[in-house]
């Protein structure tokens, strides 16, 4: 299967802290993207980077893409209660790049 | 502009009746998916759309059809609803970039349906 997988399944820290999330992936790809859900709500782009960026930001966003692994992390700096909401990554595949196969995402709480 | 839209917003059913849930967007894009959620897991996409009049099967199509008769329109068909069919269900819509490659999904809100 192509799909990615999100790393930790669930993360609680306080407001100020730094969250960091993990995705791993097992086919090539030409870009993985990252997307927050609030709950009972639907998905929200947050970032997009191309299997030829390694880095990128937006804001507190920070994504970082390593081909060789396979893998990409997201940093959120400074979190706030309003980032409490679960976070998935989605890659599409070299060969078909139509579909999208999204991870079981994190479940990010930040405390105030 | 009001983006990716979702009808219904709920609906109870019972084993073996059917339903249509309607998606609309208005952003003028080639792409339309419909996935499902369910708890504590990531969507899964069921049936996509490259084009008007175009379908294709995604990763959990079966007991599902769909129809892509208008750009701005994709449906989603129950033919006889099963309780394992109780799920989420997300509409999204997607350009293609300049370099050919599907860019930024658009979701809409989500369509609850339980079946009993």
């Known amino acids: 299967s192509q799909q990615g997988e999100e790393d930790p399944q669930a993360l609680s820290i306080q407001e100020g802290e730094n969250a960091t999330m993990n995705c791993s992936y097992k086919t090539s790809i030409n870009n993985l993207q990252w997307y927050r859900q609030n709950s009972g709500r639907g998905l929200v782009h947050l970032i997009l980077?191309?299997?030829?960026?390694r880095e990128k930001h937006s804001g507190r966003l920070r994504v970082t893409l390593d081909t060789s692994k396979k893998s990409s992390s997201l940093l959120i700096t400074a979190s706030r209660a309003a980032d409490t909401a679960s976070y998935f990554c989605a890659t599409d595949a070299v060969y078909n790049f139509n579909k999208f196969y999204f991870g079981s995402g994190t479940k990010l709480n930040v405390k105030p | 502009n009001a983006g990716v839209t979702q009808t219904p917003k709920f609906r109870v059913l019972k084993t073996g009746q059917s339903m249509t849930l309607l998606c609309a967007q208005d952003?003028?894009?080639?792409?339309m998916y419909w996935y499902r959620q369910d708890p504590g897991m990531g969507l899964r996409l069921i049936h996509y759309s490259v084009g008007e009049g175009t379908t294709a099967k995604g990763e959990v199509p079966d007991g599902y059809n769909v129809s892509r008769l208008k750009k701005q329109n994709f449906l989603l068909g129950l033919e006889s609803a099963a309780p394992s069919q109780t799920s989420v269900y997300f509409c999204a819509s997607s350009y293609l970039d300049s370099g050919r490659s599907t860019d930024t999904q658009y979701f809409g809100p989500g369509t609850r349906l339980t079946v009993l």
């Open positions: 952003m003028n894009h080639e792409y």
């Open positions: 980077i191309r299997s030829n960026e």
